[in-house]
């Protein structure tokens, strides 16, 4: 099993909503990243978490929370977005951080 | 800082032709280096990768790599194009520190006609 889910894959949230975006997967990683794809652009890293402790934050507006509640899940927690934080959030697990990465399918999210 | 240079940013071949992507990165040391494909509101799947094990890099769906640190190079090929390989082919490397951070190239478009 090679799966990183991610809920929901459709997000449409307003600018004083707090909504969170789920990822999981059962492959035994102990690396997990966010990260933020606009459109037409490359992935750009947020946070990396190593061993439930986040490792990387990548200057990420406060706005955007990570949380890490156990080895097999992270959560990315959305509060007063804006407009251009509409993107694809992408999560990844590699088996330790540095190895090659597992996308999810991602979260297509629409701030208005 | 390491960085990674995908030359072309939309490549268009002909069903049944090879497919040359192409990627060089900076680096002083051989990195960790990966090819992704991403088909439209998808995520990423990883094609291949390079480890230092082998120099030829044999991935999925037919595509192969060759590393070449002469040439600070890692080139995607296919020796015949199939229309479902059209979709964005990302190259990337691992930066420096084992940090799992992952830099990107800009991406290269791959248009297959019929």
């Known amino acids: 099993d090679t799966e990183v889910t991610q809920t929901p894959k459709h997000l449409v949230m307003g600018m004083t909503n707090k909504k969170s975006l789920k990822c999981e997967q059962h492959?035994?990683?102990?690396?997990m990243y966010w990260y933020k794809q606009k459109a037409k652009k490359p992935p750009e890293l947020m946070f990396v978490y190593s061993y439930e402790k986040l490792s990387i934050n990548e200057s990420v507006p406060s706005r955007f929370s990570p949380e890490c509640p156990n080895s097999s899940l992270l959560n990315l927690h959305l509060h007063a977005l804006q407009p251009e934080d509409s993107a694809l959030y992408l999560c990844?697990?590699?088996?330790?951080?540095?190895?090659?990465?597992?996308f999810g399918q991602g979260t297509r999210l629409t701030v208005v | 800082a390491q960085s990674v240079t995908q030359l072309g940013s939309h490549v268009s071949v002909s069903e049944g032709a090879l497919v040359l992507l192409r990627c060089n990165y900076s680096s002083s040391v051989p990195p960790y280096l990966f090819w992704y494909v991403q088909y439209p509101n998808q995520g990423l799947q990883l094609l291949l990768k390079?480890?230092?094990?082998?120099?030829l890099v044999k991935g999925i769906n037919g595509f192969e790599a060759e590393f070449k640190k002469s040439e600070t190079s890692f080139h995607l090929t296919k020796p015949s194009a199939h229309m479902s390989d059209a979709a964005e082919y990302f190259c990337a490397v691992t930066s420096s520190g084992n940090t799992g951070k992952l830099i990107f190239g800009q991406g290269t478009t791959l248009q297959v006609k019929p």
């Open positions: 390079y480890t230092s094990a082998a120099t």
């Open positions: 492959m035994g990683h102990r690396a």
């Open positions: 990844a697990s590699s088996q330790v951080a540095g190895t090659e990465a597992f």
